[in-house]
């Protein structure tokens, strides 16, 4: 058992360098919508904006899953959606990440049901999650970073107390 | 050869740090709340839980959990109880793993409990 988790550590080390390597200056990102109210998609279009200049870190938006390494998806995940979303995410070339963006994609807002499974990790695998309603752009660039390996995750450290005790 | 293509040749930089400077705009920004442990009780979870739009607070026994990825930082519980529940400041919140996001609060026992 021990032996088969240390394979896989060493293995989510290699893909992490080789994400880092490979992503770590030129990423390319396709968006998908997958039922949001597109106040995710206008912070996302003020990344392009001179004042967050998304380009200076190496990012860069585009229009074709075929030369997306990164997919940015928003919306609690309508599932009239379902097979648009696994087309899109088929016709990526790996090694791909997906990036669940905002409160709807990471099951705060729409509880599953008839019309929406609620959360993006429902249909596909997601790297990284990035909350908020919406997100800012530069906590969409924070989790760019963090997916891309350049910025270590920090909400892992944050206790939300005021206090600073746990309990 | 442009002197400007010969520099960027020389020092090979070609994207920038994140960031640069603190961003002065971060602090108009809404934020997940912070609580304060020592000021609530099971009556005022229940509220606070009840206040909330999103699924981001469910009280587990003598414990709140605070799912903040689930928070959309209306900032309605703040309104219920201004004095326990406060601003975080924090907005730089992506993770790795949902787990992460999955805070726990410990509720204040009244006596004999």
């Known amino acids: 058992m021990s032996a088969a988790a240390d394979g896989e550590a060493a293995l989510a080390e290699r893909l992490r ?5 490979q992503f770590g200056r030129s990423l390319h990102i396709r968006t998908l919508d997958t039922g949001s109210c597109a106040v995710c998609e206008q912070e996302i279009r003020l990344l392009s904006a001179p004042h967050y200049d998304l380009h200076r870190l190496g990012f860069f938006l585009t229009p074709a899953p075929r030369h997306a390494d990164l997919l940015m998806v928003t919306g609690p995940m309508i599932r009239a959606f379902d097979v648009a979303a696994r087309k899109t995410y088929e016709a990526m070339p790996g090694p791909k990440l997906v990036v669940a963006t905002g409160a709807c994609a990471l099951g705060g807002v729409y509880p599953a049901d008839a019309f929406v ?45 005021a206090d600073g005790a746990d309990s | 050869m442009p002197l400007w293509f010969a520099r960027g040749l020389r020092r090979g930089i070609v994207t920038t740090h994140y960031p640069a400077r603190p961003d ?40 709140l959990v605070f799912d903040v990825s689930r928070c959309t930082a209306c900032g309605r519980c703040q309104e219920v109880a201004p004095l326990a529940v406060t601003p975080s400041g924090e ?11 999955v805070k726990k609060i410990g509720l204040v026992l009244e006596a004999g409990q």
């Open chain 2, 24 to 63: 002065p705009s971060a602090a108009c920004l809404p934020t997940p709340p912070a609580f304060r442990t020592g000021m609530i009780d099971r009556q005022l979870a229940g509220e606070l839980v009840a206040a909330g739009p999103s699924q981001a607070l469910h009280r587990d026994g003598d414990v």
């Open chain 2, 91 to 101: 907005f730089e919140l992506a993770g790795t793993s949902q787990a992460a996001f």
């Open chain 1, 17 to 21: 360098q080789r994400v880092a390597s």
């Open chain 1, 117 to 161: 499974h609620g959360t993006v990790g429902e249909i596909l695998p997601v790297d990284v999650w990035i909350p908020g309603c919406p997100p800012s752009p530069l906590a969409l660039l924070q989790g760019l970073l963090v997916a891309v390996d350049r910025l270590a995750e920090k909400v892992s450290g944050l206790s939300f107390t």
